[in-house]
């Protein structure tokens, strides 16, 4: 699986946009991107993946480079609630060895603030 | 919405007992997994199953075992607890399918091993 690099930790105000950024430059072309946040006392949920092209749900937005060799996932409008650790995730979506094991890195603490 | 659900959040233990921690989901999902987290490790899978009676070691299975009798239920058990096994343990569970990698998380089982 492709490694991930994500910054340590990032603050952002409560009602603006938070661009959590990712690279993955060792990305193969069948392998997805994953992102999941953990709240402090809770487990990992998962908030939405994609293979190239832009993908949003109703808790986010990601965006993946033409060259996929990043993504940056957006939180449109913070709130208190989205303190967490968010992590990125680049795994095959399907196949035969370890069987749907994510590797959850260090991840980015993001803190929002009123 | 997709249940994951842990029998205890937070559980205290002798060293040398035998603990038993229980998970349950209500997808209908066929894997199901356990993993530790411990600070400065992040996640670690111990051990995951993809049906029933079928088990498979993740990448830290010394000292624990898993049962898998039912679909919906997956169970890790501490043999001999030891105070090392001291850690928050993670219950997931997804699809065997290419959605194979959105998991789904209990709340997690605090364990402590005196």
């Known amino acids: 699986d492709a490694k991930t690099t994500q910054p340590t930790s990032m603050d952002c105000a409560e009602g603006r946009a938070a661009n959590l950024p990712c690279n993955h430059s060792?990305?193969?072309?069948?392998?997805?991107v994953y992102w999941y946040r953990q709240i402090h006392s809770q487990g990992p949920q998962y908030i939405i993946h994609?293979?190239?092209n832009n993908e949003t749900n109703e808790m986010a937005s990601l965006i993946i480079t033409e060259d996929r060799k990043s993504s940056t996932l957006i939180l449109p409008h913070a709130t208190l609630r989205d303190t967490a650790v968010y992590y990125c995730?680049?795994?095959?979506?399907?196949?035969?060895?370890?069987?749907?094991?994510?590797?959850f890195g260090a991840g980015t603490q993001v803190v929002v603030t009123p | 919405d997709v249940k994951v659900t842990q029998s205890s959040r937070y559980l205290v233990k002798r060293t040398g007992e035998k603990v038993f921690l229980e998970c349950v989901q209500d997808?209908?999902?066929?894997?199901m997994f356990w993993y530790r987290q411990d600070p400065g490790l992040g996640l670690r899978l111990i051990y995951f199953?993809?049906?029933?009676?079928?088990?498979e070691k993740g990448d830290i299975p010394e000292g624990y075992s898993v049962s898998r009798e039912k679909k919906e239920r997956f169970s890790l058990i501490l043999e001999s607890a030891s105070t090392n096994q001291t850690s928050m343990y993670l219950c997931a569970s997804s699809f065997d399918s290419i959605a194979k990698n959105i998991q789904y998380f209990g709340a997690g089982t605090r364990l402590s091993v005196l």
């Open positions: 199953s993809y049906d029933v009676k079928m088990k």
């Open positions: 995730i680049v795994r095959v979506a399907r196949s035969t060895d370890s069987w749907g094991k994510l590797q």
């Open positions: 997808m209908d999902h066929e894997n």
């Open positions: 060792t990305i193969s072309g069948n392998e997805y």
């Open positions: 994609g293979l190239k």
